[in-house]
Structure formats: C-alpha cells, structure tokens
C-alpha cells in the first residue's frame, strides 16, 4: 500500500513539474502583455458590410502574447502533449524554428492554448489590442502599410511581394516599428490569426449558423485593405493546409 501511495505521488509530481517546465518554456519564448480594459472603438462603417455597424465596447483586462506562436514553440507543445503537428512543421521555409506556425486548424490553434491555460482571443480582444482606445486602422496607427511597418503582399489582392524582405513569412517580431502602442507584435500582417468563438454578423446575433471561424490581421499575401484591422475573414475551422494563418494565446484575468 505504501509503495502503490507513493507511485502516485510521484505520478503526480512528475506531472506537475512537466506542466510547470512546459509552461516556463512557453513564457520564456513569448510573453505576454498587459492589455488595459476599457472602452474603445469596435468595427468599422467604412469597411466591409461585416465590419458594420461600428460601435463602442467596454472590455476586461487580459494578456496576450508578444508574438505570434513559433514554430519552434509549437514543436514543443507538440512533444510534451502528444498531439499533431502543423501542415508544414518539416517544410525548408516555412518550417523554419523562428518563423509563425502555419498548417494549424482553429482546433489545433485552441488546444495549444488551452495547454498552456490560456485561450484564443475574441475579436474585441483583438481589436482592442491592435487598435488601441483611438480606433486604428493598423497595429501602428493609421499610417499607410509599408515594407519597414509590415510584412505584407503586393497591392493587387493575394500576392506575395517581397520589398518587406521576405518571400513568405518572417521571423515572429522582425518589424518593429510595426508594433502597437503597448509592444505586441505582427498584429497585422505576417500571417492571419484565429479568433476564438464562432463567425457572425454584428447586426443580428439571432438564430446564426455556427459554420465558420474567424481569422483576423492579414498575411504575407494580402494587401492594405485586408490588413486593416477591423477586416473580418470567415473561415473553415478545420482546414489546416494555409500557408499563412497561424495564431496567438490570451490570458484573462480573474
């Protein structure tokens, strides 16, 4: 009896201390950053028809991560929790330990944070962090993109370009005069990110289908008006072959 109570502590010592160690890991390599609550600027009447109608919200506190989550990151996830890896975790580009994670689904993105004991952000979060309380268009202001701002496409929809240096996607956190107010990086550009929650109109949240996801921030690819930071793209949750969506976590405060 004595030997099977002690097997059980140090099954459940051993588990902890990994929890522990994984977590420190992921702190280590990408903070997170306080995030003020309050009122701002939600949506936007000059964008989409999903963008509409702007409105003010009033939102808690929270954190969220610094960066995008890296590939190098994942990797480890992967390792200590025993679930899958991305599309391109072996690809010669994309792949590569510095780059933003891609090749995930909303659910690989939502269980790698939920690891962590953390969660996706909703798209108030996003806004509130990438807009701050004046309603920016962009991470940095409302200064047209640029390549030393953002890694972005060319102007014609869904191209790559590569003024900004690179091809596809760039290290997480290269372009920081990109950043916003508060220090957190890639909010826009680099690549799309998953947003917690179901797709929806802000006109009527009645009776909606639960049928898409939501990514937001724009990619390598797109071009300043899929940057902006109130655009809105519906998207298959389970599709993971994107070579530019990835994601981020956020913490709540309770």
């Known amino acids: 009896m004595i030997f ?10 051993f588990f902890f201390i990994s929890e522990c160690f994984a977590e420190s890991l992921f702190k280590k390599n ?19 028809e999903n963008e509409k109608p702007q409105s003010e919200k009033n939102i808690e506190n929270f954190y969220i991560n610094k960066y995008e989550i890296s590939n190098l990151i994942f990797k480890e996830y992967v390792s200590l929790s025993g679930n899958r890896n ?8 994309l792949g590569k330990d510095t780059h933003p994670v891609v090749g995930v689904s909303w659910k690989d993105a939502k269980d790698f944070c939920n690891f962590y004991n953390a969660d996706l952000p909703t798209e108030q ?26 890694n972005m496409g060319s102007k014609e929809c869904c191209n790559p370009d590569n003024k900004d240096g690179y091809d596809a996607t760039s290290p997480v956190g290269q372009f920081n005069l990109g950043k916003t107010q508060e220090g957190v990086m890639d909010l826009t550009g680099n690549v799309w990110e998953w947003m917690d929650g179901w797709y929806y109109s802000y006109k009527n949240n009645n009776d909606q289908e639960e049928l898409f996801r939501v990514l937001r921030g724009g990619s390598w690819k797109n071009n300043a008006w899929k940057l902006r930071s ?19 976590c956020i913490k709540n405060i309770k």
Not at 4 to 13: A, H, Q, V
Request: aromatic letters at 26%.
């Open 230 to 248: 109130t655009y809105r793209m519906a998207y298959n949750g389970d599709f993971r072959y994107a070579g530019n969506g990835g994601f981020r």
């Open 125 to 150: 979060q996003y806004e509130r962090a990438t807009r701050g309380f004046n309603g920016n268009l962009y991470s940095w202001g409302n200064q047209k993109p640029s390549p030393n701002l953002v």
């Open 4 to 13: 099977y109570k002690l097997n059980i502590y140090i099954f459940f010592l």
């Open 30 to 48: 990408n903070p997170f950053i306080f995030i003020e609550g309050g009122k701002f600027i939600f949506g936007n009447n000059n964008g989409e």
């Open 86 to 93: 991305s599309y391109f975790f072996d690809h010669f580009y």
